[in-house]
C-alpha cells in the first residue's frame, strides 16, 4: 500500500463549492505539507502542519483552509471554488529535521 | 524563501546518452534535493546534497553542487526511456527545513 494517499484522485467541481481533499499518511512523519503545481510554475506551498496542534500558512494560502485532525491525516479544503484554483494538489509529510518530503498521488481539481 | 531555477526547461536526448540539468540560486543554502516526477504523478525524492558536499552518487545519477558559484547539477547516465520525466531541484535554506521548488526540466529520452 501507498505511503501517502490522497482523496479523490480527481475531482470536477462548480464555482463555489465547497470542497475538501484529504490526505493519510502510514509513515509516521510529524510533518505534514500541502502543494499547488500549475504548468510551466512549478510547486507552490499552501499549508504545513509540523505537529497535530501546528498550523502554518504558506506561500499561497487565500482561499483555502487546512484541518489536522490527526497525526496521519491532513486535509485541505476550498471554501468557495474559483476556475483559477484548477490545479494538480499534492500532499507531502516529511520526518522531523529532515529535508526529504514523501509525496501522495495527487488530486487533479477542475473548477467550472 | 529562495527558488531554484533550472536549466534547461526541456532536454530531448536518445536512449543510451548522458543527460545533464542544472539548478542556479541565489543565497547560501543549508541543502538542495532534486525530484523526479512522472506525467501527472506525485515527486520522488532522488537525492539530497548538503551544502558542504561536493558530490554525491546513486545509482546513474550523480548530482553536484559548487556554492562558489551557487549552482548544482544533475546527470544521469546512459538514460533509459522510463528516465522520461520532469526533474525539479528543491532547495532548503536559512532555518527552514521546507524546499522551495523550481520549476522543473522536462526531459524526454527517445528508445
Known amino acids: 500500500d501507498a505511503d501517502v494517499t490522497q482523496t479523490p484522485r480527481n475531482r470536477i467541481t462548480k464555482t463555489g463549492k465547497r470542497i475538501m481533499l484529504e490526505c493519510s499518511q502510514t509513515?509516521?512523519?510529524?510533518?505534514m505539507y500541502w502543494y499547488r503545481q500549475d504548468p510551466g510554475l512549478g510547486l507552490r506551498l499552501i499549508y504545513y502542519?509540523?505537529?497535530?496542534?501546528?498550523?502554518n500558512k504558506g506561500e499561497i494560502s487565500d482561499g483555502y483552509s487546512v484541518s489536522r485532525q490527526a497525526q496521519a491525516k491532513f486535509s485541505l479544503s476550498l471554501e468557495s471554488a474559483i476556475p483559477n484554483q484548477t490545479a494538480l494538489y499534492f500532499c507531502?509529510?516529511?520526518?522531523?529535521?529532515?529535508?526529504?518530503?514523501?509525496f501522495g498521488p495527487g488530486t487533479r481539481l477542475t473548477v467550472t | 524563501s529562495q527558488q531554484g531555477e533550472e536549466d534547461p526547461q526541456a532536454l530531448s536526448i536518445q536512449e543510451g546518452e548522458n543527460a545533464t540539468m542544472n539548478c542556479s540560486y541565489k543565497?547560501?543554502?543549508?541543502?538542495l534535493q532534486w525530484y523526479r516526477q512522472n506525467s501527472g504523478r506525485g515527486l520522488v525524492h532522488l537525492i539530497l546534497?548538503?551544502?558542504?558536499?561536493r558530490e554525491k552518487h546513486s545509482g546513474r545519477l550523480r548530482v553536484t553542487l559548487d556554492t562558489s558559484k551557487k549552482s548544482s547539477s544533475l546527470l544521469i547516465t546512459a538514460s533509459r526511456a522510463a528516465d522520461t520525466a520532469s526533474y525539479f531541484c528543491?532547495?532548503?535554506?536559512?532555518?527552514?527545513?521546507?524546499?522551495?521548488f523550481g520549476r522543473g526540466t522536462s526531459l524526454i529520452v527517445h528508445p
Open positions: 507531502a509529510t516529511s520526518d522531523l529535521g529532515l529535508a526529504e518530503q514523501y
Open positions: 509513515k509516521g512523519h510529524d510533518r
Open positions: 502542519s509540523f505537529d497535530v496542534k501546528d498550523i
Open positions: 543565497t547560501s543554502i543549508n541543502n
Open positions: 546534497i548538503r551544502s558542504n558536499e
Open positions: 528543491a532547495i532548503t535554506s536559512g532555518g527552514s527545513y521546507i524546499p522551495t
